[in-house]
C-alpha cells in the first residue's frame, strides 16, 4: 500500500460521510469533499473513486506530500483536507515538527467562532491523526 492510500484511508474514515449541516461553516460535503469548494460537484452523489482523484491532486500532489517523511505527510493532508491547503502550507513552514503542526492546527480551531460546537472532535483529530502519524503506514 503506498503512503497516499494509507493517508486516504485514514483521512476519509477521519471525514466521515455525507453532511449537510446548517451549522457547519463546511455546508455540504460528503468524503470531506466540500460544495463551498468545488460547487460544481453533485456532492450528494459523489464516489469514494471520485474523491480519492480529487484527494490526490488538489492535496497530495498540490502539496508534495509524496516527497514528504509518513509523519508529516499525513498531518500536512489531514490539515489541508479539513483546513485548506493555504492553511497547511502556511503550518509547514512556521513549524519543526509534528507536536508544534499539530499544535498550530488546535490553534487555529480555537480561534473559530464554532470551536464551542465542533472543539472537542476537531481535538480528537488532531490527536489521533498524530498518533497514526508516528506509525509508519501498513
Known amino acids: ?41 453533485d456532492i450528494a452523489n459523489i464516489t469514494l473513486e471520485q474523491a480519492k482523484a480529487i484527494y490526490l491532486r488538489d492535496y497530495w500532489h498540490e ?25 497547511a502550507k502556511s503550518i509547514s513552514h512556521a513549524t519543526q515538527n509534528a507536536e508544534d503542526f499539530q499544535a ?13 460546537t465542533y472543539g472537542k472532535g476537531w481535538m480528537r483529530r488532531l490527536f489521533h491523526i498524530l498518533k497514526i502519524a508516528q506509525v509508519t503506514p501498513p
Do not use: H
Not at 494509507?6 to 471525514?15: C, K, L, M, T
Not at 514528504?68 to 493555504?86: H, R, S, Y
Open 104 to 116: 498550530a492546527r488546535a490553534l487555529r480551531y480555537a480561534a473559530l467562532p464554532t470551536f464551542v
Open 1 to 41: 500500500m503506498s503512503f497516499f492510500d494509507a493517508a486516504f484511508n485514514i483521512v476519509v474514515n477521519a471525514e466521515g460521510g455525507y453532511v449537510n449541516d446548517p451549522k457547519d461553516p463546511g455546508g455540504e460535503t460528503k468524503y470531506g469533499i466540500s460544495k463551498r469548494s468545488y460547487p460544481q460537484l
Open 63 to 87: 502539496l508534495a506530500c509524496e516527497l514528504m517523511p509518513w509523519e508529516f505527510a499525513l498531518i500536512t493532508f489531514d490539515c489541508a483536507v479539513n483546513q485548506g491547503v493555504g492553511v
